[in-house]
């Protein structure tokens, strides 16, 4: 053990130029119009995932909104964009894109990419552009890739709603949408 004579003491942290706390500034995103609408399409993307939330009919998403999908599905690193990226790939089944197919096959065959984020994408896909991956991925290394696969080839898995739902959590006791449309996962 080391001896508590020999450890120099502990220097004070450096002070940081305008102190410790500094206030909050608000600004106006109408100003950048980048960011205005990647904030528009994270809250479409979010306003998806409440079981008593939006409502089923037409998923919130189009052309014109595939640049920025496509770069939310890419931005892989960071747990707090987990579910909006998630949201995304479910999304990008919606956008009638060859980009968007291509992207998706990417994610169903990337090994790096986490196996929610390859489902997710294989169960998007159209058909016929998923035919052909359920044969290369049946004997995948990813057990739930594989596992997944297998169901599908079988029949026996049903395509989760564009966007999916978070589950309804079984604590708060409604049974209901606040609208007072009951939602598919209730």
Do not use: W
């Amino acid at each position: 053990m080391a001896d508590p004579k020999f450890i120099p003491p502990e220097s004070p942290p450096p002070e940081l130029p305008g102190g410790r706390t500094r206030p909050s500034l608000l600004v106006a995103v109408e100003e950048l119009p980048g960011v205005a609408r990647r904030i528009d399409l994270d809250r479409r993307l979010l306003e998806r995932t409440c079981p008593f939330g939006a409502s089923e009919e037409e998923p919130p998403f189009g052309p014109d909104d595939l640049e920025l999908l496509l770069l939310t599905v890419q931005e892989r690193f960071g747990a707090e964009a987990a579910l909006l990226r998630h949201q995304a790939v479910m999304a990008l089944g919606s956008v009638d894109s060859d980009e968007a197919v291509r992207r998706l096959v990417e994610l169903a065959l990337s090994p790096i990419e986490h196996e929610d984020v390859r489902i997710f994408a294989l169960t998007v896909l159209p058909e016929n552009a998923a035919g052909e991956l359920l044969d290369r991925l049946a004997e995948d290394p990813s057990a739930a890739v594989a596992a997944y696969v297998r169901r599908r080839r079988d029949g026996r898995t049903e395509r989760p709603p564009v966007p999916a739902h978070v589950p309804l959590d079984p604590q708060t006791g409604r049974r209901e949408c606040r609208c007072g449309d009951p939602c598919r996962c209730c």
